[in-house]
């Protein structure tokens, strides 16, 4: 009786306490960090306080509108179209179990933090349509199980790393619509075996971004150039050409008149 008493006691204890188990100290320096580092003038974030973050997850749902739970920890955080501005955290990486991020269509500046590379178990990273500038990490490699990479629509430069070739599992990759520079790495533009490939959609409108899948550079700026060459260098030509012309016509013509004088001079009687 005491006995079956107290393995209830500690049933109901366990039901008690599960939910509290569940909030994650990582977790929660994540969230406050995130909320500290995204401006969110609009108030478009519903329960984004200090209290949520302590406890964001009630096993697998979540008080935290856009974050999804799975087993009391953060498993996906999607706040897509939500006018957000300000940055994007380095301790975004202290959610470890983060499987997909979405932040897209916001007004986010700053750069993609390299310490995302810590979270191994992410699949979908969509930061598509924000104001992010700087470099795309190679560190992103060490997210072997990347599915998705979608940053199209940011001010994002330099070259695409030539790590990113390196993960496999990679189905869908957007870098269009940026200021990327350099050559596109034949690992993602031009894809060997069973992967995915990626067409010239995922890489146009960087202005200096070349090399396969993207058409051969035909740069509007030089064909301009070469017309206007072209126009000074057959103007000049023929400028040249005709003065060549009226200068042979008018030897020609002083040496048929010194003939002629010649002639002339020839026929006159001597006196
Ligand atoms: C906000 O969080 C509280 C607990 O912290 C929860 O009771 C409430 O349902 C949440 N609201 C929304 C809209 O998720
Ligand atoms: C983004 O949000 C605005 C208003 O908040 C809405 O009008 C628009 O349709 C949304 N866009 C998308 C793509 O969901
Ligand atoms: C949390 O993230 C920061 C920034 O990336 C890092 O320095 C720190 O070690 C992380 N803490 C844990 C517990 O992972
Ligand atoms: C990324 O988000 C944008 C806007 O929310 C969406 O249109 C796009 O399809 C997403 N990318 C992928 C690969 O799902
Ligand atoms: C793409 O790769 C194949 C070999 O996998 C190669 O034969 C081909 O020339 C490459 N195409 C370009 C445009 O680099
Ligand atoms: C390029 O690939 C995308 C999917 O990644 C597809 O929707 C689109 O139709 C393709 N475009 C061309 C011209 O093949």
């Known amino acids: 009786m005491a ?65 999804t739970c799975n087993n009391g920890r953060i498993y996906k955080l999607s706040f897509s179209n939500l006018s957000l501005q300000g940055s994007i955290s380095p301790y975004l990486s202290n959610c470890t179990n983060l499987q997909s991020l979405d932040l897209s269509s916001n007004a986010l500046t700053g750069s993609i933090p390299a310490d995302l590379q810590a979270l191994v178990n ?33 001010l994002l430069t330099g070259q695409i790393p030539q ?30 075996g069973n992967s995915p490939r990626f067409n010239a959609s995922s890489f146009e409108g960087n202005k200096d971004l070349y090399g396969y899948p993207l058409p051969p550079l035909k740069s509007k700026g030089l064909s301009i150039l070469a017309i206007v060459g072209i126009g000074l260098g057959s103007g000049f ?5 005709s003065f060549t012309g009226v200068c042979i016509w008018l030897k020609i013509t002083e040496q048929k008149m010194a003939h002629e004088e010649g002639k002339i001079s020839q026929l006159m009687p001597d006196y």
Not at 14 to 38: F, K, N, R
Not at 172 to 188: A, C, E, H, K
Not at 237 to 241: C, G, I, M, P, T
């Open 122 to 154: 992410l699949a979908v990273l969509n930061l598509s349509a924000n104001r992010l500038e700087g470099e795309i990490p190679p560190q992103l490699t060490s997210c072997a199980y990347l599915n998705v990479i979608d940053l199209h629509d940011n």
């Open 3 to 67: 006995v079956y008493s107290l393995i209830i006691l500690s049933l109901l204890t366990c039901a008690a306490v599960l939910p509290l188990a569940s909030s994650d100290p990582s977790d929660e320096a994540c969230l406050t960090h995130l909320s500290q580092s995204l401006k969110d003038p609009y108030k478009n974030l519903q329960n984004w306080t200090k209290s949520t973050f302590s406890n964001p997850c009630n096993g697998f749902n979540s008080y935290l509108p856009g974050a």
């Open 237 to 241: 030509a023929s400028l040249v050409l």
């Open 163 to 192: 790590e990113l070739g390196n993960l496999l599992r990679l189905s869908s990759f957007d870098v269009s619509n940026n200021r990327l520079s350099g050559p596109i790495p034949p690992t993602l533009g031009n894809r060997s």
